[in-house]
């Protein structure tokens, strides 16, 4: 980044949410990625806000797909203060006019698309005994048919590009967490995540997922210090994640160091699906 009032915003960025690793780059030099679910919540970034931020820094250029104007708005401002590119599509994921027009947009604007990340979820609390229909409904639409809308409006775009896909599980898909329906919308992400690599791998387009861990996150309660404090007891590290942990996994599944990866599984999660219960209550000598 030569630009020093660029670089000097860049290191404000870096400094306000708390990047662990300098973010400016040139990996996605030239490339476009469509981000869905990347709008800013104030102080704490989610992962979408901080895959945004870091692709944009690495020189992508970048659509924020999000339902909510002023979260999108603040996104694309945080790139902007840097030199960034981005644009904003306000859109619902259950509407396939609405995937279909951010797919478009990203196209218009910026000539290609080259990667799609879905990020948006929702979480509704309630095991079995007391989920409704309503909880349920809701969160596979937004969380599971959401991916699969957004991805079949973008498949020719991604092909023509040779592009990849990010989808944004959760290890709440693999483990008990005594919330059904989000469980079982991550869990369909992470099985839709290999279908859709089989089916896609002979245009050349490669498909992998995500799934985060216990991370301090708006979604993942960063501020509930008390919860926090559990959390991290709960992995192998004994750490807590953050946004950024995940922006830079999408980085590297994106970029050209993972050329030959699709239809795999990451966990980004310090450890906690090798850790039992017994294990994180003991701890290790």
């Known amino acids: ?3 020093p009032e660029h ?3 860049l290191a404000d960025i870096e400094r306000a949410f708390g990047a662990h690793l300098p973010l400016a780059g040139a990996r996605l030099a030239g490339k476009t990625a469509l981000i869905s679910g990347a709008g800013c919540a104030g102080e704490v970034l989610g992962t979408g806000a901080a895959m945004a931020i870091l692709f944009a820094a690495q020189g992508c250029d970048i659509t924020v797909f999000d339902i909510d104007r002023t979260r999108a708005a603040a996104t694309a401002a945080l790139i902007e203060r ?3 590119r981005a644009q904003l599509v306000i859109g619902d994921v259950r509407s396939d006019a609405d995937c279909a027009a951010a797919v478009t947009a990203s196209v218009d604007r910026f000539g290609a698309l080259d ?3 879905n990020n948006t979820a929702v979480a509704r609390p309630g095991g079995i005994a007391v989920v409704t229909d309503v909880d349920w409904n809701d969160t596979i639409d937004i969380n599971l048919s959401g991916v699969m809308r957004l991805s079949r409006a973008a498949v020719e775009p991604l092909a023509a590009a040779k592009g990849a896909i990010v989808n944004i599980a959760s290890i ?3 483990l008990g967490f005594g919330v059904i329906a989000y469980a079982a919308s991550k869990g369909g992400v992470i099985a839709m995540t290999r279908d859709m690599a089989v089916t896609l791998g002979a245009r050349d387009v490669r498909v992998n997922c995500i799934a985060p861990g216990h991370i301090a996150t708006p979604m993942g309660g960063a501020h509930d210090l008390e919860k ?3 959390r991290r007891k709960a992995t192998a590290l004994e750490t807590e ?3 950024w942990d995940v922006a830079w996994a999408a980085l590297f599944l994106c970029g050209p160091e993972a050329r030959w990866i699709t239809a795999a599984i990451l966990n980004v999660d310090a450890g ?4 039992t219960t017994v294990n994180a209550l003991q701890g290790l000598p």
């Open 1 to 3: 980044m030569t630009n």
């Open 241 to 243: 994640g953050s946004a």
């Open 82 to 84: 840097f030199g960034g």
């Open 172 to 174: 709440a898909g693999q």
């Open 228 to 230: 926090r404090a559990m």
């Open 7 to 9: 670089a000097a915003a």
């Open 115 to 117: 990667f799609l990340i």
């Open 272 to 275: 906690s699906t090798a850790r």
